[in-house]
């Protein structure tokens, strides 16, 4: 070695070489890093598009849940809006809905009750005037109803209107007239409703409450309501009866509440309670059949040989 090898060894850093070293690792973790993320973030915008659409590409989870629903229920899988999945075939059932208005357009056009027929329920339209219902398999009672038979009311008469204005309350060719009222104890009977009733729908502008009111609940139960207030005075009456006198669960939104009521027990005690009545006049009529054979047996006893 050379004087000025020496020379230039004695001069460099005693670190300079491991920092370099140390530098150089830092930029190879540095540019790893950068493409690792740049990779992680393609391939999770990749799955994301795939799944939520613009991309196409292969959905295993979704056809393996189709061809183990298989029959026409695959089809909820594909439906892309609201108006396909309407359009799907839905499982039967049985069950009884009243859906009671004053508006025929309402009435006929219900979502909610047009969902539950096309569900396989049976049930009773009741509004003043109705008009042609079409495409409809309720049974139609042209009366508006209250809380008792006989009630004069004023009542807007649309049949005059086209559905399409019906419909969204024009009242440009409606007449009002009076009209007398069905209470709601000979609606059911009328309809010769079960003693558990699905659904009911009460949107009358006024006599929700005279209808409430006068509900039979010793021989009829509804699982569900949907009444409208409108935010009058009467509401805070309406919520009372649902939560207190029938037991309901209550919440309240767009002007109406909705409750869902337990109807299971109720029908149970009343069951219990018509089977004991029953027996009361089973053992009345026994009795009254053992007094008029003592009766007959004392005029035999009495009459002259």
């Keep these: 070695?050379?004087?000025?090898?020496?020379?230039?060894?004695?001069?460099?850093?005693?670190?300079?070489?491991?920092?370099?070293?140390s530098s150089e690792s830092s930029i190879h973790w540095c540019i790893f890093s950068i493409v690792l993320i740049a990779v992680t973030g393609s391939l999770s915008l990749f799955f994301a598009a795939t799944r939520f659409g613009g991309v196409d590409g292969p959905k295993p989870h979704v056809e393996l849940i189709s061809e183990r629903l298989n029959g026409p229920y695959a089809g909820i899988l594909n439906a892309r809006n609201s108006e396909e999945l309407l359009a799907l075939?839905?499982?039967?059932?049985?069950?009884?809905?009243?859906?009671?208005?004053?508006?025929?357009?309402?009435?006929?056009?219900?979502?909610?009750?047009?969902?539950?027929?096309?569900?396989?329920?049976?049930?009773?339209?009741?509004?003043?005037?109705?008009?042609?219902?079409?495409?409809r398999t309720c049974k139609v009672v042209g009366l508006p109803v209250s809380g008792t038979t006989g009630e004069k009311v004023r009542v807007n008469d649309c049949t005059g209107s086209p559905p399409s204005l019906e419909?969204?309350?024009?009242?440009?060719?409606?007449?009002?007239?009076?009209?007398?009222?069905?209470?709601?104890?000979?609606?059911?009977?009328?309809?010769?409703?079960?003693?558990v009733i699905d659904y009911m729908a009460i949107d009358t502008h006024g006599t929700e409450q005279a209808i409430l009111e006068n509900f039979p609940v010793h021989d009829f139960c509804a699982r569900s309501w949907t009444v409208k207030h409108n935010y009058l005075e009467s509401m805070k009456t309406i919520r009372h009866i649902l939560e207190i006198t029938m037991g309901c669960r209550v919440r309240e939104g767009a002007g109406e509440y909705w409750a869902?009521?337990?109807?299971?027990?109720?029908?149970?005690?009343?069951?219990?309670?018509?089977?004991?009545?029953?027996?009361?006049?089973?053992?009345?009529?026994?009795?009254?059949?053992?007094?008029?054979l003592v009766r007959r047996e004392g005029v035999r006893g009495e009459m002259p040989l």
């Design 1 to 21: 070695m050379t004087a000025l090898d020496i020379s230039l060894h004695m001069k460099m850093p005693i670190g300079g070489s491991a920092d370099k070293h």
């Design 89 to 135: 075939p839905l499982r039967k059932q049985e069950g009884f809905f009243i859906d009671i208005g004053t508006s025929s357009g309402q009435v006929r056009d219900s979502t909610r009750a047009r969902h539950l027929e096309r569900k396989g329920f049976t049930g009773v339209c009741a509004v003043p005037f109705p008009g042609i219902f079409t495409n």
């Design 260 to 292: 869902r009521c337990p109807c299971d027990k109720r029908t149970e005690i009343n069951a219990a309670a018509i089977t004991r009545e029953a027996q009361v006049h089973e053992e009345q009529r026994k009795g009254d059949g053992r007094e008029s």
């Design 167 to 195: 419909s969204l309350n024009h009242q440009t060719d409606c007449v009002e007239v009076q009209a007398d009222t069905m209470g709601i104890a000979d609606l059911l009977s009328l309809a010769a409703a079960p003693p």
